[in-house]
């Protein structure tokens, strides 16, 4: 089983950056695919990005154009580079991993970290 630890949250202002980590133990990575969610308050938990074992990405449109994801199976690790980010990117962001697929359907995706709150200030 693959445990998640989300890092690198915290407190920016509009149009500023993030850089979040999805760090794993207790599994390589490398067989995984990996989702990034986010949930704001009073919101449902919606997708925002994903990358599978080949390296390769796909994004929900709040994403498109302004977050890249992207993967180090060195470090056991996959980031979530954030550009011009708006006061509605506030949330928890949390990652997750997947066994088999890479896939939007947070329902797919068996474990999860405890997530990391990004909070975006006007």
């Known amino acids: 089983q693959v445990q998640l630890v989300e890092s690198g949250g915290g407190l920016v202002q509009v149009g500023g950056s993030l850089r979040l980590s999805c760090a794993a133990s207790?599994?390589?990575?490398?067989?995984?695919?990996i989702g990034w969610f986010r949930q704001a308050p009073g919101k449902e938990r919606e997708f925002v990005a994903g990358i599978v074992w080949s390296g390769s990405n796909f994004y929900g449109a709040s994403a498109k154009g302004r977050f890249t994801i992207s993967r180090d199976n060195a470090k056991n690790t996959v980031y979530l580079q954030m550009n011009s980010l708006k006061p509605e990117d506030t949330a928890v962001y949390y990652c997750?991993?997947?066994?088999?697929?890479?896939?939007?359907?947070?329902?797919?995706?068996?474990?999860w970290g405890q997530g990391t709150q990004v909070t975006v200030s006007s």
């Open positions: 997750a991993a997947n066994r088999y697929t890479g896939t939007s359907n947070q329902a797919e995706y068996p474990y």
């Open positions: 207790g599994r390589a990575l490398s067989n995984y695919a």
